[in-house]
């Protein structure tokens, strides 16, 4: 009987060892597949992160070309105000100097005209003694 026992036991460590094989097989089987699709998982993520960071480039070159091209619009729009302005400038200018010129006329006009009063009344004077 012992001989069947050491038998039996033999055949039971033998089935034993062949299981925990198995076991350990199958055990680095799902260790592995776990490993690559971890690292598929990585990958996939560094893909979308990349994906990410390029969009985020994309966005703020476009932002940073918003930007220039309303900065130009507004540096644009100051000038065109600015040259309004200086035109209005220049019309007001314009305008005070052809005004001075005519109140410079209508003073020389008055001085004229005073100068011919005083003629008058010394004439009229004139007559006035003669006709006494």
């Known amino acids: 009987m012992e001989r069947r026992e050491r038998g039996l036991m033999k055949r039971l460590n033998t089935t034993i060892k062949s299981f925990n094989d198995e076991q350990l097989k ?8 776990l490993e690559k699709r971890e690292e ?8 979308k992160a990349e994906g990410f960071e390029y969009i985020y480039k994309e966005q703020f070159k476009e932002f940073g070309k918003i930007m220039v091209k309303r900065d130009k619009e507004i540096e644009r729009d100051n000038n065109y105000r600015q040259k309004l302005w200086i035109d ?12 001075h010129s005519m109140l410079t006329e209508i003073e020389s006009s008055l001085n004229t005209l005073g100068a011919r009063q005083d003629q008058l009344i010394t004439l009229a004077n004139d007559y006035c003694l003669r006709n006494s």
């Open 26 to 33: 199958r055990d680095e089987e799902v260790l592995s597949f």
């Open 40 to 47: 598929r998982m990585e990958a996939n993520m560094l893909k």
């Open 88 to 99: 209005s400038l220049d019309h007001v200018n314009s305008n005070l100097v052809n005004m």
